[in-house]
């Protein structure tokens, strides 16, 4: 017999990729200059050209066998004692390799994060609007996902709700800052908060409450946002990161799992993360992008044109009259609907205005749509008078 439960995830594909299917058709019928893509997160701006050198400087003047051999299960010493100088570098903190787990990307390092503090039966906290694949990520491991509702007015954490949430089952925190979809990012009051509540709840049901970050967009910050490093705040943190957005590589599928030296067994955990891929098949991203990464650590690419369309949208569409909550970050940016059925509401932008916009209601949060605009800044100035047509079509 096959496996139901794959079987019936089968029906339930993702929302966005619907809709980035559906563009990708209309595309090819009539043309990719008539379509206004805003589906997918997929970074519009090349790699640094340093990380292309150093790709081709292993290439020429590496051992091959060495360079397309396997890594350890941590992934390289090297690679892990470089992110972790990096990370103290610019944050303040002391991790050292041994508190470093190298993955395939955020993905990755939270399917690990997950399965190193949760098991069958537990619960896991996170906040609408989320990540959709968080879903599988934490069913995968046996918990409960909990979802604590939005705060549409802010999109920061909603305490009252969370304060309801919170039992002794629960034993993870799971945020995304910036967040993808709202491009909201938590300040340094929200998460001094939180930490203080998390380390409340830790005393009263007397057991750790990990706090997992998911943070793939850190470097996507703009001017003037209060964008603190998380883990700096509680020491049950595990920091998961990928540098497909600051460096434009998300075919490479490459990140890591950084565990706070401050947590308790922190270094047991990344050995824990290395069994874990005994189970999930992961066995360590590939030899040759982590030694180059390790070239490249502190550098990003030109992020500017994701603050300039953001300016561009955000300036445009609240004069047209939609209500939307200013991005701090990221390249998303996530509307009130002109009508309380967001999918209708982008199916109709999708198939009389070729405006193909993401329905909120995947992430958890109906009412609303999600503009990807990592995208070309004339593609943005384009779709403008769309989106006007589109809420003239409402009003």
């Known amino acids: 017999m096959i496996n139901e439960m794959f079987k019936d995830m089968t029906g339930k594909g993702s929302v966005i990729r619907e809709f980035f299917t559906y563009a990708n058709k209309k595309a090819a019928e009539i043309g990719a200059e008539n379509i206004f893509n805003f589906s997918i997160g997929n970074p519009s701006v090349p790699v640094p050209q340093e990380f292309t050198d150093a790709m081709v400087d292993l290439l020429q003047n590496s051992d091959p066998v060495k360079l397309h051999g396997y890594s350890p299960s941590l992934g390289f010493d090297s690679t892990r004692k470089a992110v972790a100088?990096?990370?103290?570098?610019?944050?303040?903190?002391?991790?050292?390799?041994?508190?470093?787990?190298?993955?395939?990307?955020?993905?990755?390092?939270?399917?690990?994060?997950?399965?190193?503090?949760?098991k069958d039966g537990d619960e896991v906290i996170t906040f609408a609007p989320y990540f959709p694949e968080y879903v599988p990520y934490v069913e995968g491991?046996?918990?409960?996902?909990?979802?604590?509702p939005a705060d549409i007015d802010t999109f920061q954490i909603n305490f009252a709700e969370l304060e309801k949430a919170l039992n002794p089952n629960v034993q993870a925190i799971l945020i995304n800052s910036p967040n993808n979809p709202s491009g909201i990012v938590y300040s340094t009051e929200t998460i001094e908060k939180l930490a203080k509540l998390l380390y409340a709840k830790q005393e009263e049901f007397g057991h750790d409450?990990?706090?997992?970050?998911?943070?793939?967009?850190?470097?996507?910050?703009?001017?003037?946002?209060d964008s603190p490093f998380i883990s700096s705040f509680y020491d049950n943190s595990i920091c998961c990161y990928s540098f497909s957005k600051s460096l434009s590589l998300p075919g490479e599928r490459i990140g890591y799992m950084a565990v706070?030296?401050?947590?308790?067994?922190?270094?047991?955990?990344?050995?824990?993360a290395g069994q874990i891929s005994r189970f999930t098949g992961h066995n360590c991203p590939p030899s040759l992008v982590q030694l180059a990464i390790e070239k490249v650590l502190?550098?990003?690419?030109?992020?500017s044109i994701y603050n300039k369309n953001k300016d561009?949208?955000?300036?445009?569409?609240?004069?047209?009259?939609?209500?939307?909550?200013?991005?701090g970050g990221?390249?998303?940016?996530?509307?009130?609907?002109?009508?309380?059925?967001?999918?209708?509401?982008?199916?109709?932008a999708a198939k009389e205005l070729n405006l193909i916009i993401?329905?909120?209601?995947?992430?958890?949060?109906?009412?609303?749509?999600?503009?990807?605009?990592?995208?070309?800044?004339?593609q943005v100035e384009k779709a403008i008078p769309l989106f006007e047509k589109l809420y003239n079509m409402y009003k």
């Open 85 to 118: 100088d990096s990370l103290n570098k610019r944050f303040g903190m002391n991790y050292t390799a041994d508190e470093i787990f190298m993955t395939s990307a955020a993905a990755g390092a939270i399917a690990h994060a997950l399965r190193c503090v949760v």
């Open 330 to 348: 990221t390249f998303y940016m996530f509307p009130r609907s002109l009508t309380p059925d967001a999918n209708e509401f982008c199916w109709k």
């Open 298 to 303: 502190d550098m990003t690419s030109d992020l």
């Open 260 to 272: 706070n030296p401050a947590c308790k067994d922190a270094k047991l955990i990344v050995l824990m």
């Open 312 to 327: 561009i949208l955000y300036k445009e569409l609240t004069r047209i009259g939609y209500h939307v909550v200013e991005p």
């Open 141 to 148: 491991t046996g918990a409960k996902l909990t979802i604590v």
């Open 358 to 378: 993401v329905p909120g209601d995947s992430f958890n949060c109906p009412g609303h749509f999600r503009i990807s605009y990592c995208v070309p800044t004339e």
């Open 209 to 225: 409450i990990y706090l997992i970050t998911d943070e793939p967009y850190r470097e996507i910050v703009f001017d003037g946002t």
